[in-house]
């Protein structure tokens, strides 16, 4: 990278490549005809690469959506959010019972999000710490629970839940297991069928590369059949927009229920097949390449971070400021270095940042971006060690 070129560092959204622009900018076409219905299946396909599900034909009326698995993605017209309420309100009735440990803030939204669909008991943990495990057991054995629902990854304090140990709590105890997956689908290790998952969301802005406002649900027959169940003993959530049976009826003719997001499928279904050529678990490694990079860097610079060790994200690392140091650094950063990280919300507001390393970001500008910032620090004030930062990402 040159001294001059943008460093973008923020945990979503992401830059998006060539492609994905041009894909965004394409003159509009009709939401019913056959020109959609194509760029339907090739993003359904995508969609199916990056969830870890079984391929299937990017060509429509060839169910594009579904594959040997069970699972079928469904593809929403709103944001990650709008996805996660699509599955909660959708999958549950409000007497179900609900179990929702949190250590973050999308955690604790989901929580909420939950509460005004079905009866949420939340686990509130401490922000960056790992769940109490045994406690979670404990409250699953009582056998009164229809479901756990997680963020799996946490970008507001830089954890990654354990996905394994608790999908195998809820198999032992017949619990659904829901995942918001919105920062890990496409960045971090994701099995649907192994964790016997129900229900991942993604949301395009984020590891995948895609534009904002639109997302994606991977869900397995189970699910299905349990939202149309409720659905036909009329005990359901009241939804419209976000009804999830429209949209599985129009799952098989590559359509979806009301107007879509035209273009920002376009831009999403080039960004995956970006994806698709770099190749999924080596996005994985990538992302975890520039995670353990900047932990370790920052680690050996004196910094402290916020997320217990051994649950650290691969596509975002929350680092605590020194004393001295607050937001204003941020401000600096971007207008002096042209680099761009991210600050803490609520209660940690100006007290840490956070760099994302997820999407196609390419582990040069990692390495340029730290150099600057640690530049920045330097120019306020903060005394830091002459170090090597190329070795850290070898």
Same mark, same amino acid.
């Given at each position: 990278?040159?001294?001059?070129?943008?460093?973008?560092?923020?945990? +979503?959204?992401?830059?998006?490549?060539?492609?994905?622009?041009?894909?965004?900018?394409?003159?509009?076409?009709?939401?019913? +005809?056959?020109?959609?219905?194509?760029?339907?299946?090739?993003?359904?396909?995508? #969609?199916?690469?990056?969830?870890?599900?079984?391929?299937?034909?990017?060509?429509?009326?060839?169910?594009?959506?579904? @594959?040997?698995?069970?699972?079928?993605?469904?593809?929403?017209?709103?944001?990650?959010?709008?996805?996660? *309420?699509?599955?909660?309100?959708?999958? /549950?009735?409000?007497?179900?019972?609900?179990?929702?440990?949190?250590?973050?803030?999308?955690? *604790?939204?989901?929580?909420?999000?939950?509460?005004?669909?079905?009866? &949420?008991?939340?686990?509130?943990?401490?922000?960056?710490?790992? /769940?109490?495990?045994? $406690?979670?057991? $404990?409250?699953?054995?009582?056998?009164?629970?229809?479901?756990?629902?997680?963020?799996?990854?946490?970008?507001?304090?830089? =954890?990654?839940?354990?996905?394994?140990?608790?999908?195998?709590?809820?198999?032992?105890?017949?619990?659904?297991?829901?995942?918001? +997956?919105?920062?890990?689908?496409?960045?971090?290790?994701?099995?649907?069928? $192994?964790?016997?998952?129900?229900? =991942?969301?993604?949301?395009?802005?984020?590891?995948?590369?895609?534009?904002?406002?639109?997302?994606?649900?991977?869900?397995?027959?189970?699910?299905?059949?349990?939202?149309?169940?409720?659905?036909?003993?009329?005990?359901?959530?009241?939804?419209?927009?976000?009804?999830? =049976?429209?949209?599985?009826?129009?799952?098989?003719?590559?359509?979806?229920?009301?107007?879509?997001? =035209?273009?920002?499928?376009?831009?999403?279904? *080039?960004?995956?097949?970006?994806?698709?050529?770099? @190749?999924?678990?080596?996005?994985?490694?990538?992302?975890?390449?520039?995670?353990?990079?900047?932990?370790?860097?920052?680690?050996?610079?004196?910094?402290?971070?916020?997320?217990?060790?051994?649950?650290?994200?691969?596509?975002?690392?929350?680092?605590?400021?020194?004393?001295?140091?607050?937001?204003?650094?941020?401000?600096?950063?971007?207008?002096?270095?042209?680099?761009? &990280?991210?600050?803490?919300?609520?209660? #940690?507001?100006?007290?840490?940042?956070?760099?994302?390393?997820?999407?196609?970001?390419?582990?040069?500008?990692?390495?340029?971006?730290?150099?600057?910032?640690?530049?920045?620090?330097?120019?306020?004030?903060?005394?830091?060690?002459?170090?090597?930062? *190329?070795?850290?990402?070898?």
């Amino acid at each position: 990278m040159g001294p001059n070129d943008d460093c973008f560092l923020v945990p +979503g959204p992401v830059r998006m490549n060539q492609a994905c622009l041009e894909a965004l900018s394409t003159p509009t076409i009709t939401a019913r +005809g056959n020109e959609f219905r194509d760029v339907m299946a090739r993003l359904n396909s995508g #969609l199916r690469h990056a969830f870890n599900l079984t391929p299937s034909l990017g060509e429509r009326k060839n169910e594009s959506w579904s @594959g040997d698995d069970g699972y079928k993605v469904v593809v929403v017209s709103g944001s990650g959010t709008a996805a996660m *309420e699509m599955v909660m309100a959708n999958r /549950f009735r409000p007497n179900d019972r609900v179990l929702v440990p949190t250590n973050g803030k999308f955690g *604790e939204r989901l929580a909420e999000m939950g509460s005004r669909f079905c009866i &949420v008991k939340h686990l509130k943990y401490e922000w960056g710490r790992t /769940f109490d495990f045994g $406690e979670i057991e $404990e409250q699953l054995a009582r056998g009164n629970w229809e479901a756990l629902a997680i963020c799996h990854n946490e970008t507001s304090s830089g =954890i990654t839940q354990d996905a394994v140990e608790l999908a195998e709590m809820c198999q032992r105890h017949g619990v659904s297991f829901i995942l918001d +997956g919105i920062t890990s689908v496409g960045g971090l290790p994701v099995h649907p069928q $192994e964790w016997d998952a129900e229900a =991942i969301v993604v949301g395009a802005q984020k590891c995948t590369a895609g534009p904002s406002g639109i997302a994606a649900i991977a869900v397995n027959q189970h699910f299905i059949d349990r939202c149309i169940a409720i659905r036909n003993q009329d005990d359901s959530n009241p939804t419209y927009y976000l009804d999830i =049976i429209p949209a599985l009826k129009k799952g098989d003719d590559d359509q979806t229920p009301w107007t879509p997001a =035209i273009n920002a499928a376009m831009g999403w279904a *080039e960004a995956l097949e970006f994806l698709k050529e770099e @190749g999924l678990e080596e996005r994985w490694n990538r992302c975890s390449k520039m995670a353990k990079g900047v932990r370790k860097l920052f680690l050996e610079l004196g910094f402290e971070l916020l997320a217990d060790e051994y649950s650290r994200s691969s596509t975002v690392t929350a680092i605590m400021y020194p004393d001295g140091i607050d937001d204003s650094w941020r401000t600096r950063l971007k207008d002096e270095y042209n680099t761009q &990280v991210i600050g803490a919300q609520d209660h #940690l507001k100006g007290k840490m940042f956070r760099i994302g390393s997820m999407g196609e970001t390419p582990i040069v500008e990692m390495i340029e971006g730290c150099k600057r910032m640690i530049s920045c620090f330097r120019d306020c004030g903060l005394e830091l060690p002459e170090i090597d930062v *190329e070795p850290f990402f070898e």
